[in-house]
């Protein structure tokens, strides 16, 4: 591998790490467009989409070890929502992870369009109090977490993003977690989940491991870092940041797909 393609793909490991540990998701919503394009946009070979899944599902295992790490003290991880929704989300993102090698690449790229588009819809429905609740009082439907949970672990799987950019939204919207819970938990869940899309992915030959290797570097660097700007961050700006990157990514995915 080319030095110069080396720096990118390190650079681009870094930044959705350091995301990814700011906001609670993976990352992949940021390292798989970054990974698809920007390669090409400097003069290096393009990865397929397959490869940028592949590589994605491994990085983002890392990513939230450490981004888990961080946040381990302070309250902020719900043990009994990241057993209902880890579960689930491994059981279905290691059905999405197996079952996308029987899929052709355009297939892989509109289930990742979908799934943003429905982030980035649910993360402009008005989260009002949730931030309000104190962390012992947190309540939620568990049957309802555990079902959402397997659902968008099979389209996260097929794309090798750990799902953890829907998985926020849900959280916030649907189940009324507070911001700053959601984010700590959902990195455990996304960790859970990844194991499964990982498993899949390796499996099935989609993995390109030299490139997996130097985003991994970037994640164990960057994803600790972002944490503890997460912890001192207000929840409000945490929240738009989120939904201004889905938006874009979103936009981006589907002009490509038009």
Do not use: C
């Amino acid at each position: 591998m080319e030095f110069g393609l080396i720096v990118t793909v390190f650079s681009i490991g870094f930044v959705g790490s350091y995301i990814s540990g700011m906001l609670g998701i993976g990352g992949s919503i940021i390292k798989y467009p970054m990974l698809l394009y920007i390669p090409s946009l400097v003069g290096f070979t393009a990865f397929t989409a397959h490869e940028v899944s592949g590589i994605s599902a491994v990085q983002v295992f890392f990513a939230t070890i450490g981004g888990v790490w961080a946040y381990r003290k302070g309250g902020y991880l719900n043990k009994t929502l990241i057993l209902y929704m880890g579960v689930s989300i491994l059981i279905g993102s290691f059905i999405g992870g197996y079952g996308s090698r029987f899929m052709p690449e355009d297939g892989i790229n509109l289930i990742y369009g979908i799934l943003a588009l429905t982030a980035a819809i649910m993360m402009f429905v008005p989260k009002k109090g949730i931030d309000d609740i104190p962390f012992d009082q947190v309540s939620f439907n568990k049957w309802l977490a555990a079902i959402l949970a397997f659902i968008v672990g099979i389209g996260a799987g097929i794309v090798g993003a750990a799902g953890a950019f829907l998985l926020v939204p849900i959280m916030l919207v649907v189940l009324k977690i507070p911001t700053r819970m959601t984010i700590a938990s959902s990195l455990a869940i996304t960790l859970i989940s990844s194991i499964g899309a990982t498993v899949g992915k390796v499996s099935t030959g989609q993995v390109d491991y030299i490139a997996a290797g130097i985003m991994i570097a970037a994640s164990l660097i960057a994803a600790p870092l972002g944490a503890r700007t997460g912890k001192t961050t207000n929840t409000k700006v945490l929240q738009t940041i989120l939904a201004v990157l889905i938006v874009g990514t979103t936009i981006k995915v589907w002009l490509d797909i038009i």
